[in-house]
């Protein structure tokens, strides 16, 4: 059992190894229908415990892509952790039917606990306010395909960034690339953590907190726009204070570069103004796309299944 791979945070892989991903994820955009029978009579299992639709039926479609079969719950209400069932004894329970699993979960380090107890793959789906790290795959994968490069750029992170797991996930992604640039846009009270702040002082890495998005637009490559998380907050009145603080529209998009992309994780409720999904420049439908890739070219890793898969062309390159 030695060699079993989870994925618990984006840091769980090395540059060179997320590089080695996003070029099968990119492989597989580009002949997809090469990539249908890798995973013949191999078996998914979705274990959400929290709510979810890009995520879970992303992971489901990967596998079904794949040429694999799914199982799972959607649900905690409608399997046995309704029952009082703990998440290690799930884990050692869906190690018996299935070759990997996914799991989400509202308690932070639950899908840790898992990992440590599970005798297949487990894959950190979303831990409560902690990590999100395919979300992170996805969006590194975004950022690469639409800047060309995962160095030298400025981006903006808008909106919940004291909840928001997608935020902290791809702040520490991203600090292992080189130039980048962080402005963090946010309420007083929804501030980057402490912790992320302190940890980009020591690493000497350039950031700002402002307050006001419309002052920083023109100085933005990409911005990352998260919605506030209602499910995270302790009182329903803060939540209805802060729910509308940044709305993103035309008008502000025209502050924006020509060249800047706008990505958001999605949910979206109302941070993005519908009339701006028209602009070329918002890529938050091509982000869930990518999504697809990256999470197939995962399960692809964490099955040990890529070097015999990987077109001539990608085995020639490593
Ligand atoms: N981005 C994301 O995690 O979306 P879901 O909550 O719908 O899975």
């Given at each position: 059992?030695?060699?079993?791979?989870?994925?618990?945070?984006?840091?769980?892989?090395?540059?060179?190894?997320?590089?080695?991903?996003?070029?099968?994820?990119?492989?597989?955009?580009?002949?997809?229908?090469?990539?249908?029978?890798?995973?013949?009579?191999?078996?998914?299992?979705?274990?959400?415990?929290?709510?979810?639709?890009?995520?879970?039926?992303?992971?489901?479609?990967?596998?079904?892509?794949?040429?694999?079969?799914?199982?799972?719950?959607?649900?905690?209400?409608?399997?046995?952790?309704?029952?009082?069932?703990?998440?290690?004894?799930?884990?050692?329970?869906?190690?018996?039917?299935?070759?990997?699993?996914?799991?989400?979960?509202?308690?932070?380090?639950?899908?840790?606990?898992?990992?440590?107890?599970?005798?297949?793959?487990?894959?950190?789906?979303?831990?409560?306010?902690?990590?999100?790290?395919?979300?992170?795959?996805?969006?590194?994968?975004?950022?690469?395909?639409?800047?060309?490069?995962?160095?030298?750029f400025t981006i903006g992170l808008c909106g919940d960034l004291k909840f928001g797991r997608t935020v902290h996930s791809l702040i520490n992604a991203l600090v292992r690339y080189e130039n980048i640039k962080f402005i963090f846009i946010?309420?007083?009270?929804?501030?980057?953590?402490?912790?992320?702040?302190?940890?980009?002082?020591?690493?000497?890495?350039?950031?700002?907190?402002?307050?006001?998005?419309?002052?920083?637009?023109?100085?933005?490559?990409?911005?990352?726009?998260?919605?506030?998380?209602?499910?995270?907050?302790?009182?329903?009145?803060?939540?209805?204070?802060?729910?509308?603080?940044?709305?993103?529209?035309?008008?502000?998009?025209?502050?924006?570069?020509?060249?800047?992309?706008?990505?958001?994780?999605?949910?979206?409720?109302?941070?993005?103004?519908?009339?701006?999904?028209?602009?070329?420049?918002?890529?938050?439908?091509?982000?869930?796309?990518?999504?697809?890739?990256?999470?197939?070219?995962?399960?692809?890793?964490?099955?040990?299944?890529?070097?015999?898969?990987?077109?001539?062309?990608?085995?020639?390159?490593?």
């Amino acid at each position: 059992m030695s060699d079993l791979r989870h994925l618990m945070s984006p840091m769980d892989f090395t540059v060179e190894e997320l590089e080695r991903m996003f070029d099968v994820a990119v492989d597989i955009e580009n002949n997809m229908e090469a990539y249908s029978h890798k995973c013949d009579g191999k078996i998914m299992a979705t274990c959400f415990y929290e709510p979810s639709t890009r995520t879970r039926l992303s992971f489901e479609t990967a596998m079904l892509r794949l040429g694999g079969k799914v199982i799972g719950f959607a649900d905690a209400n409608s399997s046995s952790a309704a029952k009082g069932e703990s998440v290690s004894d799930t884990i050692r329970v869906i190690s018996c039917f299935a070759d990997i699993c996914a799991m989400r979960h509202p308690k932070e380090g639950a899908p840790m606990v898992a990992a440590s107890k599970s005798l297949i793959p487990v894959i950190n789906a979303g831990d409560g306010g902690h990590q999100h790290p395919t979300q992170t795959l996805t969006d590194l994968l975004t950022i690469r395909s639409l800047q060309g490069s995962l160095s030298n750029f400025t981006i903006g992170l808008c909106g919940d960034l004291k909840f928001g797991r997608t935020v902290h996930s791809l702040i520490n992604a991203l600090v292992r690339y080189e130039n980048i640039k962080f402005i963090f846009i946010s309420p007083p009270e929804l501030r980057v953590p402490d912790y992320i702040t302190e940890m980009l002082q020591i690493r000497g890495i350039e950031y700002k907190e402002v307050i006001k998005l419309e002052d920083v637009m023109p100085e933005l490559d990409l911005l990352y726009m998260t919605r506030v998380q209602k499910e995270r907050f302790f009182n329903e009145e803060d939540y209805i204070r802060l729910r509308n603080f940044y709305i993103l529209d035309k008008a502000k998009m025209e502050k924006a570069k020509p060249t800047m992309h706008v990505l958001h994780p999605l949910p979206r409720v109302n941070e993005i103004s519908v009339d701006v999904d028209d602009d070329e420049r918002a890529a938050y439908f091509k982000q869930v796309q990518y999504g697809l890739y990256v999470r197939m070219a995962l399960i692809l890793t964490l099955l040990d299944m890529t070097d015999d898969h990987v077109n001539e062309g990608l085995l020639k390159k490593y």
